[in-house]
């Protein structure tokens, strides 16, 4: 064998293995340029050419394919994490924009959730007055089915016939309609939650009975006038229409404020005696209507509000009743001698009656073509405490003359005659002011009438304000139906003298001592007060057959604490009454019956041996007449 021939064989072989490795890594390298020979691997002459092994170029072109589906992968790769990347980018937008800018959806809370829609109204003490209770009502949805077929799946007449034997009172006629109508409607608007199952075990899908709340009263028609009543406005939400649930509403619909319970001034046991006794009274004289109130002299707090006949905020037409007017705050009437310790502490306070031993003359009064007398004259004088015991229209006539229309007109207004009564309800009548001459000033007769309580018409609650002032120091203080925590009262306004308070109570027990309040003085407690028996105003005059009869009263009178008013509409001379139709015989007595039923509940026990000190007056009174 040609030895030459046979290494430039092996020579050209391992060339040939040579050439094709680096066509492989040029072909990978490159990715589309075809294999060249090259020039420092040319095959000698005479040498035959040898064939690389293994196919290189299959080798290339498989590996030009992976090459490119990397690619491919590599470009899909960088698309989806840019998509990616896109929608975190919005999403953080998104959540920037709702923090800064716009707000999550809002999602009740638990508490939310688990409140009732409208808060609870309690007493001072903490009894309920007014809250929420879960009830369900029977409802027709004809939409139920969800189609535009029949709602019901047997007739409405054997539905109606089912459903009565459910209720026994269920108007049968009216139900039928209902259910033939092609408008949703309330069959019942309350139903018992046994009932309830039973509607559902009918299989009727369109009846429905859906959970609702009632606002109920569990004092029925006790303090209606001070609670009042909701209703559900255009929204369908329940919304306070009268009242303290007027009042309070924002309060008691707030989802932060609802679930506390809201305290008022009213103690339900004084309430609840009040009316109690303010209905025997009404019924004892056969009298038209009634009113009372009991207020805390020191802070003005109402405990105790009453206009009879009342109502039943529990039913659905209680916006309706003619019973609604409250007679406290709303009704304006001329109070007659309960006004003429007013004016006695004003000419104490202006310095007229200085001497309370001075003989005033008691004769008739003749002025301005009217004459002003007495109705049960005592002498031809009294002196000032006499002239209250006995209720000398006269006398009283006489000290408002020698104080002045001016200052008589200035305690008026202090005392807010001639403005509503201050307080929460929304029901406050306007009081009828005396008419005042164009220098803006009364006339000398209409301040001598204003001083018995005749020419000017004010609320009950006007005069309750008034006396509370009269005998806590002289401090006037706005009513209100808001309970006030110890030591946050009001700090009030001035309008006597502290000297002249003093002897005002005296002069106000002396009249229950020994005048026409002795039928109010409930032994033990100290009780001083004033009746008045005023004349219905009528068309083309005064009503003498129609009277308001008052008696304003405070207890105990050694330190007052108390300020009692009780009121009857055109009360009859029955024989209950004695015959007679004056506030001694029928007012004074209800405050006798009634402040031995409150006054323990208020912290005030009898005690026959105390008493405000009248050593220096009795005198005066006792055995003169």
């Not at 939310?112 to 007055?129: M, V, Y």
């Not at 026994?168 to 309330?186: C, E, F, H, M, Q």
């Not at 009632?214 to 009242?243: C, I, M, S, W």
């Amino acid at each position: 064998m040609n030895t030459v021939a046979l290494s430039g064989g092996l020579g050209a072989q391992a060339r040939a293995r040579d050439f094709g490795a680096n066509d492989f890594a040029t072909g990978v390298g490159s990715g589309s340029q075809q294999a060249q020979p090259r020039p420092d691997t040319a095959v000698p002459a005479g040498v035959p050419a040898a064939v690389p092994a293994g196919n290189p170029a299959g080798r290339i072109h498989s590996a030009h394919m992976r090459s490119s589906f990397l690619v491919v992968a590599r470009t899909r790769l960088l698309l989806l994490m840019g998509c990616f990347a896109l929608v975190a980018v919005i999403a953080l937008l998104r959540v920037g924009y709702l923090g800064f800018v716009g707000s999550a959806p809002a999602q009740p809370s638990l508490t939310e959730a688990l409140l009732p829609p409208r808060g609870e109204i309690t007493d001072r003490n903490g009894t309920p007055l007014a809250r929420n209770f879960p009830a369900y009502a029977l409802w027709f949805n004809p939409e139920a089915m969800g189609d535009d077929g029949a709602p019901l799946v047997k007739p409405p007449a054997e539905v109606a016939a089912k459903l009565k034997a459910i209720f026994p009172d269920l108007n049968v006629a009216r139900t039928i309609r209902v259910l033939s109508s092609k408008r949703g409607g309330y069959i019942l608007p309350r139903i018992l939650p046994e009932d309830a199952n039973k509607v559902m075990n009918l299989g009727e899908i369109a009846l429905e009975v859906p959970r609702e709340f009632d606002r109920h009263y569990p004092q029925g028609a006790l303090g209606a006038h001070v609670l009042g009543f909701v209703r559900e406005n255009d929204a369908g939400k329940t919304q306070g229409a009268f009242g303290m649930e007027q009042v309070l509403d924002e309060q008691l619909a707030s989802a932060d404020l609802r679930g506390e319970p809201v305290p008022i001034s009213i103690d339900l046991r004084v309430q609840g005696a009040l009316e109690d006794e303010l209905g025997k009274g009404m019924l004892a004289t056969d009298a038209k209507g009634a009113a009372g109130i009991v207020l805390d002299v020191d802070t003005g707090e109402v405990l105790a509000m009453a206009s009879l006949p009342s109502f039943d905020p529990n039913l659905s037409d209680a916006h309706s009743s003619p019973n609604i007017y409250n007679r406290v705050t709303n009704g304006v009437y001329e109070l007659g001698s309960t006004f003429k310790p007013i004016t006695i502490a004003a000419a104490i306070d202006g310095g007229v009656v200085r001497n309370l031993r001075k003989e005033w003359s008691a004769s008739n009064v003749e002025i301005a073509g009217r004459k002003i007398r007495d109705l049960h004259p005592k002498g031809a004088t009294l002196n000032v405490p006499e002239s209250l015991v006995y209720s000398s229209n006269t006398v009283t006539a006489r000290v408002a003359d020698e104080l002045g229309e001016e200052a008589m007109r200035k305690v008026m207004l202090d005392l807010q005659m001639n403005q509503r009564p201050q307080i929460e309800l929304q029901a406050k009548g306007r009081p009828i002011w005396p008419q005042e001459l164009p220098n803006g000033k009364w006339s000398r007769i209409t301040n001598m009438t204003v001083s018995y309580g005749h020419g000017i018409a004010v609320t009950p609650l006007h005069l309750a304000n008034a006396y509370a002032a009269m005998v806590n120091g002289g401090i006037w203080r706005p009513a209100t139906l808001r309970k006030i925590e110890a030591g946050k009262a009001p700090k009030g306004k001035r309008v006597f003298k502290a000297s002249t308070s003093s002897r005002m109570r005296q002069m106000l027990r002396m009249i229950a001592m020994y005048g026409t309040g002795r039928s109010a003085d409930a032994p033990g407690y100290r009780v001083g007060g004033k009746t008045g028996s005023a004349e219905k105003a009528g068309r083309g005059g005064y009503r003498q057959t129609s009277l308001i009869t008052t008696f304003a009263a405070a207890f105990p009178m050694d330190r007052p604490r108390y300020v009692v008013v009780t009121l009857l509409d055109e009360p009859r001379g029955t024989v209950a009454a004695s015959g007679a139709r004056t506030a001694a015989f029928n007012a004074a007595p209800i405050v006798k019956e009634l402040v031995p039923r409150i006054g323990p509940m208020l912290g005030v026990r009898p005690d026959a041996n105390r008493d405000v000190d009248i050593s220096d007056l009795r005198y005066l009174v006792e055995g003169r007449r």
